[in-house]
Every structure is written in structure tokens, then in C-alpha cells.
T-cell receptor, first 108, second 111 residues
Framework: SQQGEEDPQALSIQEGENATMNCSYK?????LQWYRQNSGRGLVHLIL?????REKHSGRLRVTLDTSKKSSSLLITASRAADTASYFCATDKRAIYFGSGTKLNVKP | DVKVTQSSRYLVKRTGEKVFLECVQD?????MFWYRQDPGLGLRLIYFSYDVKMKEKGDIPEGYSVSREKKERFSLILESASTNQTSMYLC??????????FGQGTRLTVV
């Protein structure tokens, strides 16, 4: 399987705190992406980081990539209740392969 | 905005039936994908396609086939539905192997 693995599987924090999710993958990649899914609906793209980049920012999101360790992290700063969702990393190797996801719960 | 439309939101079929799940995208994307999503297992790739009449197997193709006769349409076929194919099915498209756009999903129940 080409799937990545997210860690932790579930995360519960208070509003205003930061949330960090990690992703590990197995093969070499061209890029790594993070997606969000609300309540079992379709996924929405959040951010893409290319294999030659180490860090990328988008609003309250910060993504890092360490290709030597085959790992990535997604940081959501100053979390809000509306950030409650499942978050998935995705890697590309002929197709787009997703991990098992981290379920984030932000308590108001 | 890119739109990916799946033909049904909910579907109930009987064991042994042939089931067609349809997916249409309106942005002339080359790549289309079918995934199934089960609790604790994330999204698993069933089949994908990079061009019309072209298909490749993903991680779990057994029991499924696909058809891509036109660029905008990618169909997933369950040849003989079984209860272990009860799942959420998600279709996606992308221009390159970068940002993927998803449909709303089809929740299939096989009884």
C-alpha cells in the first residue's frame, strides 16, 4: 500500500490552542498535500508542499516536510471550533494516496 | 469553481446486483480517481485514470471495475455487490497529480 499514516489518530484541544498533526509516508514523493473533511463529506484541499520545500504557510496553517525522514507535520494555530474535522495527508506516486487521518476536536 | 458530481448521495443495493456509481467533472481534468472510505482505514484507492479509456489499479481493485469512455465521466462498477462493499465511495479529479477536487460521496449499503 502507498498510504501514509497520520499521528495521532484523534486529538482534542481547547479553542485557541495549537493543533499539530504528523504524517509519515513510505516512498519518494513529488509533493505532499493536506486535506480536510467535515462530517463524512468530500475532502477539501488545504495546502501543498513540494519535495524541494521545507516549510510552507497559509493563513493559520503551517506545514513542514522532511524528506529524509519521510514525514510531514501540519500545525493549525489559534484553533477554532470550526476547525473540528478530520485531516488527511496525501502523497503522489502515479496517483494520489491518502493516509488514515487525524480526527481533530476543538472544544469551545 | 471545479465541480465533481456523484450520481447518488445514498444507495441501497442487494447482494449480487451489478452496481454503477457515476462521477462527472466539469473542468477538463485529465486525472480521475475512485476511493472508498471506511472508519479507521482512511481513503483507499480503488482505481484511477489518466486519460480516456485508460485505467490503472489502485490498492484495492478486487471486486470492482471502471469505465472512462469520455474525459469528464468516470464510472465505478461493482460486478456483483457483496456486503463487504458497504462503504462511502468518493470520486475525485485533478489536472495534474496535485490538488484533487472531490465529489460529495456516495454512501452505499449492500443488504
Amino acid at each position: 500500500s502507498q498510504q501514509g499514516e497520520e499521528d495521532p489518530q484523534a486529538l482534542s484541544i481547547q479553542e485557541g490552542e495549537n493543533a499539530t498533526m504528523n504524517c509519515s509516508y513510505k516512498t519518494s514523493i513529488n509533493n505532499l498535500q493536506w486535506y480536510r473533511q467535515n462530517s463524512g463529506r468530500g475532502l477539501v484541499h488545504l495546502i501543498l508542499i513540494r519535495s524541494n520545500e521545507r516549510e510552507k504557510h497559509s493563513g493559520r496553517l503551517r506545514v513542514t516536510l522532511d524528506t529524509s525522514k519521510k514525514s510531514s507535520s501540519l500545525l493549525i494555530t489559534a484553533s477554532r471550533a470550526a476547525d473540528t474535522a478530520s485531516y488527511f495527508c496525501a502523497t503522489d506516486k502515479r496517483a494520489i494516496y491518502f493516509g488514515s487521518g487525524t480526527k481533530l476536536n476543538v472544544k469551545p | 469553481d471545479v465541480k465533481v458530481t456523484q450520481s447518488s448521495r445514498y444507495l441501497v443495493k442487494r447482494t449480487g446486483e451489478k452496481v454503477f456509481l457515476e462521477c462527472v467533472q466539469d473542468m477538463d481534468h485529465e486525472n480521475m480517481f475512485w476511493y472508498r472510505q471506511d472508519p479507521g482505514l482512511g481513503l483507499r484507492l480503488i482505481y484511477f485514470s489518466y486519460d480516456v479509456k485508460m485505467k490503472e489499479k489502485g490498492d484495492i481493485p478486487e471486486g470492482y471495475s471502471v469505465s472512462r469512455e469520455k474525459k469528464e465521466r468516470f464510472s465505478l462498477i461493482l460486478e456483483s455487490a457483496s456486503t463487504n462493499q458497504t462503504s462511502m465511495y468518493l470520486c475525485a479529479s485533478s489536472l495534474l497529480r496535485d490538488e484533487a477536487f472531490f465529489g460529495q460521496g456516495t454512501r452505499l449499503t449492500v443488504v
